[in-house]
Each structure stands twice: as C-alpha cells, then as structure tokens.
C-alpha cells in the first residue's frame, strides 16, 4: 500500500468518523437486557478466527433453537453443550450459501466452559461489566472469565452492549491501516500486554483526530471492508 494510497484511505475514514459518532451515541442510550448480553457475548465468542457474519448466523441459529434463554445460562444443564454442538457443526445459510462453521467442538467446548464460570459469579454476565469498573479492568475481567475471549473478543462486546466506545478492537483490517498509516507496528499482538501497548498508540492517533477510538477504529473496519471487497 502506498503512501498516496495511505493518505486517501486516511481522508475516507476520517469523512465517515461523524457519522458513526452519531450512530455510536445513540447505541450509547440504549438499555440492554440480560438475555441480549448473552446473545452479543455468545456472538463474540464465535466470532474468532471466523468470519463475524458467520457467527452471527451460527448465533442466531442458536438463538432460535432456544438455547440462549437465562434459565439455561443460569443453571446447570447437561445436555446444553450437545444441542450447542450440534449447531455449530450443521450446516449454515449465509448470502444464500450454505456454510458450515470452522472450530465446532472447540467453540461448543468453550460456550459450556462461559457458562459454568458465569453460574459462579455472582450478579453474573452484568456485574462483570457494571459501569463502575473501569474500561481496562472490564475487559481483563472478561478475558479471565470468558472463555475464548481475547482483548479484541472482549473490547468488541462492550462495544457491542453500549458499554464502552473507548477500547480499540484491533483486528487484521484496524492493523493492516495502522501499519500503513505508520501509527502500528506489523505485528498482531499476541498477549494482553501487546494488546494494550498497540491500543495506547492508537488511541493517540485516534484522540489526535477528535474522535473516541470506537469511532475511528469502525470507520477503518469499514474503509478497508470496502476495499478488500472492490479487490
């Protein structure tokens, strides 16, 4: 990617910043109900490694078999692994193409793994993202707790559940701009320490521009989707 190339994808993004910061306040006002976390959590969860429409339609599949319900997640419940197994291992509609999804056992395994650690905390799923934890320590939280949650699975739900627009999720595309921009280094990172370093160099770029760091990183995702779709 070239430096011209760099500067022009730099002007798109920061022309769809104020549209998104409408959209990002208003998602701010919303109240999400339990059963909503679950699902967003649920989602994210799927969403690693695999495209996020893909998990999105494994979720709903989910979703409506029933299996997201709170007495479910609330209880314990043996033969609630199987039924999540058995979705994410048929086969899925997706742009009128059947799919199926990627890492099945591995993400079924992890779901049940969420679940039993979320039966022991008390206030469960809500009170590990109460607003009165800080940002940082809401995602440690999740990381330590959520099973298959990395920074980038946790940040994007607390984005998704209106709980913080301030945590960058760094995925391919937020990092192939960063590296273009010259703002990130090449490197995904790889703990939770790296996470955060990268995250302060593109809060700082993303601050410099007036935007919160939700903001700009959405636009880039869409920018760099636009582009990767036009190639």
Known sequence: MNTLNSRVLEAVVLKLCPLIEDRLDLAASRTV???????????????SR????????????????????????????PSLHERMLDVLMSPLQLGG?????????????????????LIKVSGGLPALIDNSIEDLEARRRLVRE????????????????????????L????????????????????????YEQLEKSFRH??????YSVG????AVWITMQAVQASR
């Open 33 to 47: 109900a339990e059963r909503d976390l679950i699902y967003e959590l649920v989602c994210c969860v799927l969403s």
């Open 146 to 169: 959520i099973s298959g949650f990395g920074p980038k699975q946790a940040s994007m739900f607390l984005r998704n559940v209106g709980r913080s627009y301030d945590l960058a999720i």
């Open 50 to 77: 695999v495209p996020f429409e893909l998990a999105r339609a494994a979720t709903d599949r989910m979703n409506q078999w029933l299996l997201l319900e709170l007495d479910l997640w609330k209880a314990p419940k």
């Open 205 to 210: 770029y993303a601050n410099a521009t007036g």
């Open 171 to 194: 995925d391919s595309h937020v990092m192939r701009f960063g590296c273009a921009i010259g703002v990130l280094s090449g490197q995904a990172p790889t703990s939770l320490n790296q």
């Open 97 to 117: 193409k059947e799919r199926r999804y990627r890492f099945p056992r591995v993400r079924a395994k992890q779901l049940e793994e969420t679940r039993q650690a």
């Open 215 to 218: 903001c700009v990183d959405s």
